[in-house]
């Protein structure tokens, strides 16, 4: 079938699979131009199909040799419609990884049931042993606890206030006001059961209790934290209060991890384009923004160049020593929060209209990243061109 793009307010529903492997592809190629790194051999990657999640497992395989194990939930393809990106992401990542001889299985299923966490820990006791690194990239909506069969859902609002401020719509250039209202208290706690760290810290557990972490284990989930500008809806917003708790959560895991010498860290890293990002109010503006200035320093890191980085430079630089800050999170945010990127944005923001945004800030760069997620807008690919859509996950273990 021909595969266009379709969208349906922040999101795109329909993926091509073969745009999603072009853009595994370039993402694997990156890496293997850094050089190896003295990384982990064993990973599991939790939310392992798409942005960050699928930026460490790839960086972890190329980077460092590694077997590597991804969970995901994503929605493979029926005749005449297409899987979703995660799923075409996963088949093209395990194609090379087996092409080049390299360890790549996956478990496709709701990670924050019991039932997707015993299967990965079998495939994990049967294959690998024994992990060493344990990426947490979950950026679920709703999750249903298995502790008590309830399932919640998150909001994305402000705390104590009602917001107003600048918003675009990345489809039309159009820049207007937003107004959100505040969450209520159940919405707030109803964010922090599905974005904390509650899951996390139960992933853990589990394959501890089943001696299935290697000694000197290392994990990682991923947050963000963000500039003034975004902080009401964002880090002072219900979201930011789940992660709050997942940074709250790091310091629990790593004390139940110390008999092994282990250690968990919250990484916190820059704004980028992802499905997630694109639903928040006000975010799609910084970012475009945020790329204008930060392309023209130099500056400018997507996913793969942020994960690279993250493990050459933080996690396996100095494995004694890793860099945090204050408040015990590693930062490769650095960049994004340096005070002359932060100045020039908070400028832009001031003067920034639906007249003048194409020239203040980076929409063309936000749109093909965004389109980009879903496999479109991928240079060489001919989308006028039939394509299969039923594309099969060489590692998927059923």
Known sequence: MIIEPKTRGFICVTAHPTGCAHNVVKQIN?????????????????GASTGFGLASRITAAYGSDAATIGVYFEKPASEGKPASPGWYNTAAFEQEAHRAGLYAKSINGDAFSNEVKQKTMDLIKADLGQVDLIIYSLASPVRTNPKDGVTY??????IGGAFTNKTVDFHTGKVSEISIDPANEAEIANTVAVMGGEDWAMWIEALKAANLLAPNVVTVAYSYIGPKLTEAV?????????????EATAFEISDALKELG????????????????SAIPVIPLYISLLYKVMKAK???EGCIEQIQRLFQDRLYKDPANIPVDEKGRIR???????DDVQAEVAGLW??????NLGALGDLPGYSDEFFGLFGFKAAGVNYAAD??????VPGLVE
């Open 30 to 46: 990156y890496i293997k131009s850094k050089g190896k790194v003295a990384g982990p051999k064993k990973v599991l990657v939790i």
């Open 153 to 158: 859902r998150s909001t994305l609002k402000p």
């Open 234 to 246: 964002y880090r002072k917003g219900t979201i930011g209060r789940a992660k709050d708790h997942l």
């Open 262 to 277: 282990g250690n968990a860290y919250v990484s916190v890293n820059k704004a980028l384009v992802t499905q997630a990002s």
């Open 298 to 300: 130099g500056i400018h």
């Open 332 to 338: 490769v945010d650095d960049w994004e929060m340096r």
């Open 350 to 355: 001031e003067k920034a209209s639906t007249e």
């Open 387 to 392: 394509v299969n859509e039923i594309v099969t």
